[in-house]
């Protein structure tokens, strides 16, 4: 199923998070800014690695 698809996303949004990128929005002392596209190409490019390191490169295509 989707589920193992769905944890890769939401750990890689919590490691961008934990790396202390946010946006505007949510931006905190400490925090580095990031645009709302360069947030989600950050998330995108973590998603990707972690999808590689779990052996699911497919798995978006295999769930369709």
């Known amino acids: 199923g989707l589920a193992p ?3 890769a996303l ?3 949004c ?3 998070l934990a790396s ?4 505007a929005d949510i931006l905190g002392p ?7 596209a360069e947030m989600g190409a950050a998330v995108a ?3 990707a690695s972690i999808l590689v390191q779990r052996s ?4 978006l295509s295999q769930s369709a």
Request: overall charge neutral; charged content about 15%.
């Open 30 to 36: 400490g925090s580095r800014l990031l645009s709302t």
């Open 5 to 7: 698809i769905a944890n």
């Open 56 to 59: 699911l490169p497919n798995a």
């Open 10 to 12: 939401l750990v890689a």
């Open 20 to 23: 202390g990128w946010r946006t």
């Open 14 to 16: 919590n490691q961008v």
């Open 45 to 47: 490019e973590e998603f």
